[in-house]
């Protein structure tokens, strides 16, 4: 079961669910971690979230993307893009928001 990213509700399975999509800064490497969630600490919300590191041979990754945070809604997804945008130690470029199934 996922959870939101931000609100950190849980996200069932009949539910809808997005992403925030992620490409890390230079020198930042989760290879070791591929295809898992994992607790990332977000120094601007002090505390912890769930980040889906994509595989290797995944899709996403050969579209660009190197982690993807699960969000409930619109309305957190804008507010953790707002908060990884200010994580420029973790991450690069602007995230994207997506529809995930």
Same mark, same amino acid.
């Given at each position: 079961?996922?959870?939101?990213?931000?609100? &950190?509700?849980?996200?069932?399975?009949?539910?809808?669910?997005?992403?925030?999509?992620v490409?890390?800064?230079?020198?930042?490497?989760?290879?070791?971690?591929?295809?898992?969630?994992?607790?990332?600490?977000?120094a601007?919300?002090?505390?912890?979230? $769930?980040?889906?590191?994509?595989?290797?041979?995944?899709?996403?990754?050969?579209?660009?993307?190197?982690?993807?945070?699960?969000?409930?809604?619109?309305?957190?997804?804008?507010? &953790?893009?707002?908060?990884?945008?200010?994580?420029?130690?973790?991450?690069?470029?602007? $995230?994207?928001?997506?529809?995930?199934?």
């Amino acid at each position: 079961m996922l959870h939101c990213a931000w609100c &950190m509700k849980k996200i069932g399975e009949d539910k809808p669910c997005f992403g925030l999509s992620v490409k890390f800064a230079k020198g930042v490497d989760f290879n070791e971690k591929d295809g898992k969630i994992i607790s990332l600490y977000l120094a601007s919300r002090k505390t912890s979230v $769930p980040l889906i590191v994509v595989g290797n041979d995944s899709e996403a990754k050969k579209s660009g993307q190197d982690g993807i945070f699960a969000i409930c809604s619109e309305k957190c997804g804008e507010k &953790m893009r707002s908060a990884v945008a200010k994580e420029l130690e973790l991450f690069s470029g602007t $995230p994207d928001f997506l529809a995930l199934k």
